[in-house]
Antibody, heavy 121, light 110 residues
Framework: EVQLVESGGAVVRPGGSLRLSCVGSGVNFEIYGMSWVRQRPGKGLEWVSGINWNGGSTGYADSVKGRFSISRDNARNSLYLQMNSLRAEDTALYYC??????????????WGQGTTVTVSS | QSALTQPASVSGSPGQSITISCTGTSSDVGAYNYVSWYQHHAGKAPKLLIYEVSNRPSEISHRFSGSKSGDTASLTIYGLQAEDEADYFCISYTRLNTLVFGGGTRLTVL
């Protein structure tokens, strides 16, 4: 069974940093694009960042550009999100999701269960 | 990056058909055939229903259909069933090499 498992969520102070991880199993992780998607409390889903199959192409939502960095290690079937200069509005449940293609064009067919990030003093 | 526009809610009776719209711009929905649709039950991971405007994963019922005209994409659900009651949202790729989500639509089966 194809599975994605996120980890790394925590409570962190404003201005702090956090690194989220997402490990894939039961899938050829290295051939798929990946995205991070978040859901703030009481809000809809929001795309955060995406990366293509080999890490050569990445994209970021304006709300996180310059603060967050996406990366992947295909040898470890892992996706990462480095989150710096965290703000209260980054508080959310963060999902990783696999794209059907080698890019991140939006056909996300496998999702993790999410990891919670809380930014609070 | 403004969110794609979806109706907040739609409703229908069992057996009926409903359509949910997803309106963007010429920089996203109108630019590429990279619109996808998802079903989301609270507390669960979203489920891909449609990708690339009108393609359906093999495990998804033929009752779900996607289309696009200009800057607006649509999801039609035929033969509504009670278990279709959920939130639905669209995603589009954009000219800025990003993705943009719709605000989501709550479907109520009467």
């Amino acid at each position: 069974e194809v599975q994605l498992v996120e980890s790394g969520g925590a409570v962190v102070r404003p201005g702090g940093s956090l690194r989220l991880s997402c490990v894939g199993s039961g899938v050829n992780f290295e051939i798929y694009g990946m995205s991070w998607v978040r859901q703030r409390p009481g809000k809809g889903l929001e795309w955060v960042s995406g990366i293509n199959w080999n890490g050569g192409s990445t994209g970021y939502a304006d709300s996180v550009k310059g603060r967050f960095s996406i990366s992947r290690d295909n040898a470890r079937n892992s996706l990462y999100l480095q989150m710096n200069s965290l703000r209260a509005e980054d508080t959310a449940l963060y999902y990783c999701a696999r794209d059907r293609s080698g890019s991140y064009s939006g056909g996300m067919d496998v999702w993790g269960q999410g990891t919670t990030v809380t930014v609070s003093s | 990056q403004s969110a794609l526009t979806q109706p907040a809610s739609v409703s229908g009776s069992p057996g009926q058909s409903i359509t949910i719209s997803c309106t963007g711009t010429s920089s996203d929905v109108g630019a590429y055939n990279y619109v996808s649709w998802y079903q989301h039950h609270a507390g669960k991971a979203p489920k891909l229903l449609i990708y690339e405007v009108s393609n359906r994963p093999s495990e998804i019922s033929h009752r779900f259909s996607g289309s696009k005209s200009g800057d607006t994409a649509s999801l039609t659900i035929y033969g509504l069933q009670a278990e279709d009651e959920a939130d639905y949202f669209c995603i589009s790729y954009t000219r800025l090499n990003t993705l943009v989500f719709g605000g989501g639509t709550r479907l109520t089966v009467l």
